[in-house]
């Protein structure tokens, strides 16, 4: 339904529906002739060529700001956890990091109606991932209707860890990925492959990923939302033979989706810091109404700007027919001016999308909570796969576009020689599917998911190999010259997110990254009251702190925020207990008048050498997915702590712009770090 939505308001920018239309307009975008849409020229009767243009073009660019200015508008006002395309926050959350605010109803509403309003403004954007994000507010909605209507449910959900619910959303966020492209199967390897592999190595949560992406899948088909009979706008059958000579094109296709991947993210990156730290910092909304505009108002005189991005990627996925002639892009007599305005269409692609993939507002109230992020309005819906894609397809059709002349021209050079004297050899819909799948792979850097995706949309079996090559190719090139976009923002906005990959150090040891423990924020037990905790909570934003013996140091546990909060609070409305000592250990020995705090500590925390060599600490913090470590001597004595927001820091430190996006009041898990 979203689909149809996003497409229905794109389509209001050209034509006018009738009141009782039933039509979709995506079922016109198919090629269906359709009776209940009228252009706004028609509905207002100006018969005139130059009036009916003048009044088209300022309806489009007028309703397009409306669209983008409403999202913002309502980002800014109620949701502002609605940013972005979500999935590397999505990545964080299933690494261990807790924000529940991005998963609430409220962010579920706005993400929904301002996904559709972003995307159908016509700005460089898409709505794939953002579906992602959906999935999950979705899933967390459920689970919290279900715990208040069935009780025994609430008590199951509430006694579940919190990898128990890292589950729940990964499942969710496997069926977002279905729903978006169409691929059910794609959507299990995408949660293995992106969101996290180490999570994804249960069975049970494969299988559950396994039955939620079918089902979703299933509903897509069943409901139909766009009117013609498939899960996807641009689903293709590729069914003709390809030619051993194409593979060095595709091959070329697959270098250059990864350089252009490349050079995208790093355009995007230097752009969002420009963003940050220069004048647009303060000018949010005015921001996103005048890129609306300019996108608006460039995208007008261009025929394959004009129309909502996957609209151009459906016709450009298939092969030419003499009844289908999208804008003269398959007429040979007009090749060349073809091939200028997709080059043309390509390059603005890039430029735009570069700006408009991290625009974002404040939130209207001066108060903000603790994640004050720099809150993102119209890119909720900034989903890389429709908006980057648009340059390597326009590309794919200029290679494409080259061959079959020169096959025309020479046809029994011995290039061709596979090829027959007469008919067609080159199809160059398929130089569209491998220049979307190249340049996706470059700049996300997914590989066997998407490629599974890429064989579910076009159901080519025999296309796979070429399809791989692509991907392949792309990947290298694009892991060479740097991180890809959703380990780029990771990175910039310093979530606690490990990569899977492996870690080699360099002789290395913990003792060289730890905080020693003269840096730390430390509780000694039996000398700290209910109300100097409490100060001490107000003062900082640690999210822990290591628990000594006050006479001999030795390390006695670990206490978090969370569970002192819990403590301290029933007893600082009364001034008796509120002065009493905490004593984190309950002893025989123990002074009848301290209070019992031994439930508030971990008594048995990680705890490791200082000796230690990094790549095994590195390991350790991904593989048991761990919030930190304390590094102890002989005797329990604390050595240092190291967190797991230690640890990405480090990972990132060769990166210029880790962190660069991290507000201060983002550091608050620094879990006892000056």
């Given at each position: 339904m979203h689909a149809a939505m996003d497409s229905t308001v794109s389509a209001v920018k050209h034509v006018h529906g009738t009141t009782n239309s039933t039509e979709t307009y995506s079922y016109c975008l198919a090629g269906e002739v359709c009776y209940e849409w009228v252009t706004w020229g028609a509905y207002f009767g100006v018969t005139s060529i130059a009036g009916q243009s003048i009044l088209q073009s300022v309806v489009y660019i007028g309703l397009a700001?409306?669209?983008?200015?409403?999202?913002?508008?309502?980002?800014?006002?109620?949701?502002?956890?609605?940013?972005?395309?979500g999935i590397p926050e999505i990545k964080a959350i299933l690494g261990?990091?807790?924000?529940?605010?991005?998963?609430?109803?409220?962010?579920?509403?706005?993400?929904?109606?301002g996904l559709a309003l972003s995307v159908g403004s016509?700005?460089?954007?898409?709505?794939?991932?953002?579906?992602?994000?959906?999935?999950?507010?979705?899933?967390?909605?459920?689970?919290?209707?279900?715990?208040f209507t069935f009780p025994s449910f609430g008590t199951y959900f509430q006694n579940q860890s919190q990898s128990q619910r890292r589950k729940l959303l990964a499942a969710a966020a496997t069926?977002?990925?279905?729903?978006?492209?169409?691929?059910?199967?794609?959507?299990?390897?995408?949660?293995?492959?992106?969101?996290?592999?180490?999570?994804?190595?249960?069975?049970q949560l494969m299988w559950r990923a396994f039955v939620t992406s079918v089902v979703a899948a299933t509903t897509l088909a069943y409901i139909d939302p766009f009117g013609i009979g498939k899960l996807v706008l641009f689903q293709v059958t590729a069914s003709q033979q390809w030619r051993q000579f194409e593979l060095v094109p595709w091959l070329g296709l697959g270098v250059l989706g990864g350089v252009l991947g490349a050079l995208l993210i790093k355009l995007n990156a230097r752009v969002a810091l420009y963003r940050n730290n220069g004048p647009l910092r303060n000018m949010k909304v005015f921001e996103v109404l005048i890129v609306t505009a300019i996108t608006a108002v460039i995208s007008w005189p261009i025929v394959f700007m004009r129309d909502q991005t996957s609209t151009l990627v459906a016709n450009l996925f298939q092969e030419c027919e003499p009844s289908k002639d999208y804008h003269g892009l398959c007429n040979q007599s007009f090749m060349w001016q073809n091939m200028f305005l997709l080059l043309l269409t390509a390059g603005l692609k890039i430029l735009l999308t570069a700006w408009t993939f991290g625009m974002h507002v404040r939130r209207i109230q001066p108060s903000q909570s603790k994640y004050n992020l720099l809150m993102m309005a119209t890119s909720e819906a900034s989903r890389r796969y429709i908006l980057a894609n648009n340059c390597n397809w326009s590309i794919s059709w200029e290679v494409a576009g080259n061959l079959p002349e020169w096959h025309k021209a020479s046809p029994r050079s011995w290039i061709f020689s596979s090829c027959p004297p007469e008919g067609t050899c080159i199809y160059p819909g398929f130089y569209a599917v491998i220049g979307a799948a190249a340049l996706l792979g470059g700049v996300t850097r997914?590989?066997?998911?998407?490629?599974?995706?890429?064989?579910?949309?076009?159901?080519?079996?025999?296309?796979?190999?070429?399809?791989?090559?692509?991907?392949?190719?792309?990947?290298?090139?694009?892991?060479?010259?740097?991180?890809?976009?959703?380990?780029?923002?990771?990175?910039?906005?310093?979530?606690?997110?490990?990569?899977p990959s492996d870690f080699r150090d360099r002789g290395e040891t913990a003792a060289s990254v730890m905080t020693s423990t003269d840096k730390l924020v430390v509780l000694y037990n039996d000398q700290s009251t209910p109300s100097e905790l409490d100060a001490l909570l107000n003062d900082c934003t640690y999210s822990g702190f290591p628990v000594l013996e006050g006479s001999s140091g030795r390390l006695l546990?670990?206490?978090s925020r969370y569970k002192l909060r819990q403590a301290i609070d029933p007893l600082l409305s009364s001034p008796s207990e509120s002065g009493r000592l905490c004593n984190f250990v309950?002893?025989?020995?123990?002074?009848?008048?301290?209070?019992?705090?031994?439930?508030?500590?971990?008594?048995?925390?990680?705890?490791?050498?200082?000796?230690?060599?990094?790549?095994?600490?590195?390991?350790?913090?991904?593989?048991?997915?761990?919030?930190?470590?304390?590094?102890?001597?002989?005797?329990?004595?604390?050595?240092g702590l190291l967190t797991k927001r230690d640890i990405a820091r480090f990972l990132n430190e060769g990166f210029e712009q880790a962190n660069a996006l991290s507000e201060p009041s983002e550091n608050h898990a620094d879990w006892g770090r000056f």
């Open positions: 700001v409306c669209f983008a200015g409403s999202a913002a508008f309502l980002v800014q006002s109620y949701a502002p956890y609605a940013f972005h395309t261990g990091l807790v924000l529940d605010e991005f998963l609430s109803a409220w962010t579920l509403l706005i993400k929904a109606l016509g700005l460089s954007l898409g709505k794939e991932g953002p579906l992602v994000h959906v999935s999950c507010c979705m899933a967390s909605l459920w689970s919290t209707i279900l715990s069926a977002g990925v279905a729903v978006a492209f169409g691929s059910p199967l794609g959507g299990v390897l995408f949660g293995l492959e992106e969101l996290d592999s180490a999570l994804f190595s249960n069975q997914m590989t066997v998911s998407l490629v599974v995706i890429l064989f579910e949309l076009t159901g080519a079996l025999s296309h796979v190999l070429p399809i791989m090559l692509a991907v392949m190719s792309s990947k290298f090139v694009g892991d060479y010259l740097g991180k890809g976009v959703y380990d780029t923002w990771i990175a910039m906005h310093g979530y606690p997110y490990l990569p546990g670990y206490a309950r002893t025989s020995s123990v002074l009848s008048d301290s209070l019992d705090f031994s439930a508030v500590i971990d008594k048995a925390p990680m705890q490791m050498r200082k000796e230690m060599p990094l790549h095994v600490v590195v390991t350790t913090f991904q593989r048991l997915n761990l919030r930190y470590i304390l590094f102890t001597s002989n005797g329990g004595f604390l050595n």
